[in-house]
């Protein structure tokens, strides 16, 4: 069974369900039906159409919830529009989807909750841990999401600075998350660029490419992370990198700077220096105190009290961290950085194993761990 066939059709095909008259909630349901009946039929019977083959199914689907429900017999005359057999018609809805969820009635953060769930794939689960809220907390929004935009047709854009957001951490999670996304969002992100002539939208795309290109540097043969100043720099993607770069400085020209643009900016002074240890750690913190003043976001300041770690040592960075909430995410982490910087082993060793049960993932804790183990190796020599 192709999961990755039918995680790319999905979209489509519930866009084209809400087309022709289901409401958001009832086409979603509708088409996880047929994503289910799918994993049972196809391995034995393949279709020649899987596109064709899940529009009429979820169609069917859909049709039979909408007579199982005695409020909403008006729909049982869409029987009579039940798409006739044969291929279905080869166009991308996904980015319209993505508009319909950043739908203008609902706030940003339940549309991108929406849209990470609905289109990008994403587990509530992971959805409440990229937002630090309980799953049932997430639960909760997402289906309020679904039904405020029940009924509502492609006639009404959604905001595209939402959409943005949303491609933003669709990439994040196909990045370091269990679900590949990060290709996808980057041909979303294009499409979006050629169609909305502005700054941010180039920006993201320049951010993404930059990220992509150390992709296949960041994890070891055997699964383990690799950190940036230790990755083989000679595996990145120079042809990504180049076009990132050329994008950004289109972008930055026309001075009309924003979060994803400055993000980006950080991103190419990594990608442009031949080792880490010629770095311009000076020119980022510049970029970070940019982000901050755009953003205000507590995860920006902990970035920057790294590169105020790596530009003005490590007693600055400290001095930095010490102003931000020891709660954050991955703070933990960076004090133990910075403390074996300062040559203080023993605390480092002591934050690097208190961060690893704090971890997010397994690839991370079991990184942390090792980076605990091996100062405690060191000390004990």
Known sequence: MDEALLRSLTPSVLAILVRRGADFAAAEDAVQEALVEAVRVWP??????????????????????????????????????????????????????YFLCAHPSLTPSSAVALTLRAVGGLTTRQIAQAYLVPEATMAQRISRAK????????????????????????????????????????????????????????????????HHARRGARTAPDGSLVPLAEQDRGRWDTGAIAEGVAILQ????????????????????HADAPT??????????????????????PVVRLNRAVAVGEANGPRAGL?????????????????????????????????????ARKAPDLAERDHLTRQAARLNARRSR
């Not at 290709?183 to 499409?191: N, P, S």
């Not at 930055?252 to 994803?260: I, N, T």
């Open 250 to 269: 289109a972008a930055l020209a026309r001075d009309r700077l924003g979060e994803f643009q400055a993000q980006a900016a950080v991103a190419a002074l």
């Open 147 to 210: 039904r405020t935009v029940s009924g509502v047709g492609f006639d009404r854009p959604g905001d595209v600075a939402t959409v943005l957001r949303v491609l933003y951490l669709v990439f994040n999670e196909g990045y370091s998350g269990d679900v590949d996304l990060a290709a996808e969002a980057i041909r979303l992100t294009r499409q979006l660029a050629a169609r909305v002539d502005h700054p941010e939208v180039a920006g993201l795309l320049a951010l993404m490419l930059l």
């Open 276 to 297: 880490a240890e010629e770095t311009d750690w000076v020119q980022i913190v510049e970029w970070y105190d940019e982000l901050a003043r755009l953003t205000d976001s």
């Open 44 to 97: 034995a019977e393949p279709p020649r159409d899987p596109k064709g083959w899940l529009v009429t199914v979820a169609w069917r689907k859909f049709l039979d919830a909408t007579r199982a429900d005695t409020a909403r017999r008006r729909r049982e005359d869409l029987v009579d529009e039940e798409p006739a057999p044969g291929p279905a018609p080869a166009v991308d809805d996904t980015l319209q989807l």
């Open 319 to 355: 001095a930095a961290l010490a102003a931000l909430d020891d709660a954050l995410p991955r703070h933990t982490a960076v004090a133990a950085y910075l403390h074996e910087r300062d040559g203080d082993l023993a605390t480092a060793a002591r934050l690097y194993a208190e961060a």
